[in-house]
């Protein structure tokens, strides 16, 4: 169990060798951990807002991270060092490096009389990141965008909105190519799975999705009875993880087994509840995967974040069909 933010986690992140476990909460300093101890190595100051969004890069030198005081900011990830910073007029929503980490995406919020958009920056060199324009910037007019993922290549991105819709968007034209409404309700979390070929999606209408990254087709569906917030496939198994609960201003008033708190996990192909892992005393934001598939870690409302291996029994477990 790592404590170390004052407030709701709001996303977790593992680098790709999985060494790393970066974590944002509503407080103003992401952390990074060392994921095999729970050991803090250090946190990343200089935001003046909660913040919502943080990516790391593949080769784990540069940090992104996105606020509510209107500023997207990198890092370097071994010093902590703030090495850009560019100014929005609205909240950061959401942020993530493309698969190379050459380009870098964010979306603003819809407020303050300013319509939500998205932009595309070069995250090559620092100077670039601080001085220019962005290379390309979408503006979206309907609903915010919520979650935000890369597509194939880096040719495109895949946005989920508030109002349950999922657009993909061609980078090359800066036009939107699809738009599926498949959820009734904001779509929370995206998470894609190891080859990149599906995503996950995780929505308040109580459903997550398995989509499929191209053509944005839907292949399965787990239900639960509750908002989901955050949605992980396994990188091993035919597994996927789900957490949630209900609004966090509705927690108070009941208890923790009512509030349903738990991490659930699904078959992904069967679509059934297999396992549920307990823990958390509010809504599970955000969750992830370990890249190795052994452990799955956790950020809660009550702003702890839970790093959970599996034992043998989970790794010998078999569907029977």
């Known amino acids: 169990m790592l ?6 986690i709001t996303q977790i992140k593992y680098n790709r060798e999985g060494d790393l476990l970066f974590s944002s909460a509503k407080d103003v300093t992401p952390n990074v951990w060392y994921s095999l101890n729970g050991e803090r190595l250090g946190t990343y100051n200089g935001h003046t807002g909660a913040v919502w969004c943080i990516d790391v890069d593949w080769k784990t030198t540069k940090f992104l991270s996105g606020a509510a005081d209107n ?10 060092v703030e090495i850009g910073n560019i100014s929005s007029n609205s909240a950061v929503r959401t942020c993530s490096f493309s698969y190379s980490a050459d380009l870098a995406s964010y979306s603003t919020d819809q407020a303050m009389k300013q319509d939500c958009e998205i932009f595309i920056v070069d995250a090559r060199d620092d100077e670039s990141f601080k001085s220019s324009a962005p290379i390309l910037r979408m503006t979206v007019p309907d609903s915010k965008v919520t979650s935000l993922i890369w597509g194939t290549l880096d040719h495109t991105i895949i946005t989920g909105h508030e109002d349950g819709a999922i657009t ?3 980078l090359r034209t800066g036009k939107s190519i699809e738009t599926v409404k498949d959820h009734q309700g904001s779509i929370n979390d995206m998470q894609k799975n190891r080859q990149g070929t599906m995503f996950v999606t995780a929505s308040k209408d109580k459903t997550a ?3 499929d990254v191209d053509d944005l087709s839907v292949h399965k569906v787990y239900v639960t009875e ?5 949605a992980s496939l396994s990188p091993i198994y035919d597994h996927v993880v789900l957490g949630g609960g209900q609004d966090a201003m509705d927690v108070t008033t009941t208890a923790a087994q009512a509030g349903k708190f738990d991490a659930r996990f699904f078959h992904v192909i ?7 892992v307990k823990g958390h005393f509010g809504p599970i934001n955000s969750l992830a995967f370990h890249p190795d598939g052994e452990s799955f870690s956790t950020g809660g409302e009550d702003g702890f974040i839970r790093v959970q291996s599996f034992d043998p029994s989970y790794k010998e477990f078999r569907f029977d069909y």
């Open 3 to 8: 404590q170390g933010h004052e407030r709701a």
């Open 71 to 80: 500023t997207l900011r990198l890092w370097d990830v071994a010093t902590g």
């Open 168 to 170: 993909q968007w061609d």
């Open 209 to 211: 999705k398995l989509f």
């Open 226 to 230: 509750r908002p989901v917030n955050s």
């Open 270 to 276: 069967f679509e059934e509840e297999f396992a549920r």
